[in-house]
């Protein structure tokens, strides 16, 4: 998504202004703005991500508090989310190149910065 938001507001913002310079008229040309969907992704209070990493700071955080925060910050708010009654523990995100449909099942095992045992041992055996 930020990329995209870059392509757009950087590569059709230069050529709309370069066809302006050359006397071509391009105010008919509207550029796709994704800056919700990008919120909705990235934001620390209300964005995918954000909501993601508080409910996992919480000893009792669960995947379906993360969805359900994240229902309460953005259903009918961000028109990027998506969420219907028949879908359980799924969300989806309307992404610039399409709908895509998540399932939260394993969302905070998979987000918690957990390191293998052998790691830490070795981190802590280490001199330098």
């Not at 040309?29 to 993601?52: E, F, H, R, Y």
Request: aromatic share 8%; proline share 2%.
């Amino acid at each position: 998504e930020t990329l995209q938001n870059h392509y757009n507001s950087y590569i059709f913002q230069r050529d709309m202004d370069e066809c302006r310079s050359e006397g071509i008229d391009v105010t008919e040309i509207k550029c796709p703005d994704n800056s919700l969907c990008l919120s909705l992704v990235s934001d620390d209070a209300t964005g995918v991500l954000g909501v993601l990493d508080d409910e996992c700071r919480l000893q009792t955080g669960t995947d379906d508090g993360f969805l359900s925060k994240l229902s309460e910050t953005n259903l009918n708010k961000n028109p990027f989310f998506v969420r219907k009654p028949t879908m359980k523990d799924t969300f989806i995100v309307r992404h610039y190149a399409g709908d895509v449909q998540y399932n939260v099942s394993g969302f905070l095992e998979k987000n918690r910065d957990t390191l293998k045992d052998g790691f830490k041992t070795m981190m802590r055996e280490a001199s330098n």
